[in-house]
């Protein structure tokens, strides 16, 4: 037997919409699902379902998950269902729960049991704090390279100046002047910028950290 989730795309971009997965996790299907969403590609997913096959036959399937909407019970229905069901000639039973969609356009569907609409805001968050994680280690490590660099290239400058190779030492004009600086990574005399550099990097990953224990504090 294998498992799989149907992505329920209602725009004509082609994806691949059933995937095999290990197991029915409806948050990793859900961030999934956000993460295939394409309104650029004309990939607009609305929800998605499980199923499991055994020799090409389905033997199990979950009810629709999706992404957002509002629930109604036919007749009781606002506008933009009624609207909906008038302009698709739609018919469905008295006490019927139907789903209202808004996105990418107004879709109403039958809203059957099993079916369910999921809080996309706790995947949303874990999403972005994952993105933020990953681009704090990003950082942490540009400041370890960056320093290395910066270390080295000072050695470099000692290492001539001990060895009496004086022509080996970068040194650069300052502008509108007859002095001559040393150049360290190409930055003309401006050690400054190193310094700022490294600041700023610091500035972002306190940023992110203050981001993170917000998120962490809401979970």
């Not at 650029?40 to 090409?56: A, L, P, Q, S, T």
């Not at 681009?135 to 100046?161: D, F, G, P, S």
């Amino acid at each position: 037997m294998q498992n799989y989730v149907q992505f329920l795309n209602v725009g004509f971009g082609i994806i691949n919409s059933n995937e095999p997965v290990d197991s029915w996790d409806k948050d990793a299907a859900m961030e999934r699902a956000i993460t295939l969403d394409n309104p650029d590609n004309d990939v607009k997913i609305i929800g998605f379902r499980f199923y499991e096959m055994d020799n090409g036959t389905i033997t199990r399937q979950s009810g629709v998950y999706y992404i957002l909407g509002e629930v109604f019970t036919y007749p009781k229905v606002d506008n933009d269902v009624s609207t909906f069901i008038k302009n698709t000639n739609s018919n469905f039973e008295v006490g019927q729960e139907l789903i209202k969609i808004m996105k990418p356009f107004t879709m109403v569907y039958k809203f059957n049991p099993g079916d369910e609409i999921l809080d996309t805001q706790s995947v949303l968050s874990n999403m972005k704090l994952k993105k933020e994680q990953d681009r704090k280690i990003k950082l942490e490590e540009e400041i370890v390279t960056y320093k290395t660099r910066l270390v080295n290239a000072l050695k470099a400058v000692q290492t001539a100046i001990e060895d009496n190779q004086f022509n080996n030492v970068p040194l650069s004009e300052i502008d509108g002047t007859d002095i001559k600086a040393l150049d360290i990574l190409n930055d003309r005399g401006q050690f400054s910028k190193h310094i700022d550099h490294l600041r700023n990097i610091r500035v972002e990953i306190m940023n992110i950290d203050k981001f993170i224990k917000e998120v962490m504090d809401d979970l």
